[in-house]
Antibody
Framework: EVQLVESGGGLVQPGRSLRLSCTAS????????MSWFRQAPGKGLEWVGF??????????EYAASVKGRFTISRDDSKSVAYLQMNSLKTEDTAVYYC??????????????WGQGTLVTVSS | QSVLTQPPSVSGAPGQRVTISCTGS?????????VHWYQQLPGTAPKLLIY???IRPSGVPDRFSGSKSGTSASLAISGLQAEDEADYYC??????????FGGGTKLTVL
């Protein structure tokens, strides 16, 4: 059974940093592109970024709203994906979801979601 | 402002059929990228409902169906049930190398 478990969320002050972790199980982690999404309170889903599998170069892509502040990395030996968030803003307050991406006809979709972890940016 | 456009809400009585539209542009849906749909029940993480425009993952009832034409796509739910009350999101991929979503549609079962 595929499982994605996020950790590391919490309350953080504006301008500070936070790192989220996503521990995966139930599949060969290194074979998949992993992605982070977020959902602000009462709002819709927003893509944050993804990291391709090593087979696709292990490269990253980010949404414009977080580019330059957030960094996604992975440790295939531990089956863990990370989201390093720097220079946090109040508008980054959201539930952050770790997801597994699959590809169909050259486009990505999410086939598994974690349960989410809440990040609150407030002074 | 979401890249894909969905109606904020739809409603229907039990047993009825409802559709949710998703409109994109020439850089995403119109560029040939497929549309995928997710269901988010209150207080839970989203769940994949349809991928590749019309393919249901194992376990998704055949009451749910999807289609795509040009720069738009639709999700249809037939035989509406109370348990279908949820938020529904469409998603595609954009030529700018980004994953794009609709703003979500709240389905109310009357």
């Amino acid at each position: 059974e595929v499982q994605l478990v996020e950790s590391g969320g919490g309350l953080v002050q504006p301008g500070r940093s936070l790192r989220l972790s996503c521990t995966a199980s139930g599949f060969t982690f290194g074979d998949y592109t992993m992605s982070w999404f977020r959902q602000a309170p009462g709002k819709g889903l927003e893509w944050v970024g993804f990291i391709r599998s090593k087979a696709y170069g292990g490269t990253t892509e980010y949404a414009a709203s977080v580019k330059g502040r957030f960094t996604i990395s992975r440790d295939d030996s531990k089956s863990v994906a990370y989201l390093q968030m720097n220079s946090l803003k109040t508008e980054d307050t959201a539930v952050y979801y770790c997801t597994r991406l699959n590809i169909y006809n050259s486009g990505w979709y999410v086939d598994y979601w974690g349960q989410g972890t809440l990040v609150t940016v407030s002074s | 402002q979401s890249v894909l456009t969905q109606p904020p809400s739809v409603s229907g009585a039990p047993g009825q059929r409802v559709t949710i539209s998703c409109t994109g542009s020439s850089s995403n849906i119109g560029a040939g990228y497929d549309v995928h749909w997710y269901q988010q029940l209150p207080g839970t993480a989203p769940k994949l409902l349809i991928y590749g425009n019309s393919i249901r993952p194992s376990g998704v009832p055949d009451r749910f169906s999807g289609s795509k034409s040009g720069t738009s796509a639709s999700l249809a739910i037939s035989g509406l049930q109370a348990e279908d009350e949820a938020d529904y999101y469409c998603q595609s991929y954009d030529s700018s190398l980004s994953v794009v979503f609709g703003g979500g549609t709240k389905l109310t079962v009357l």
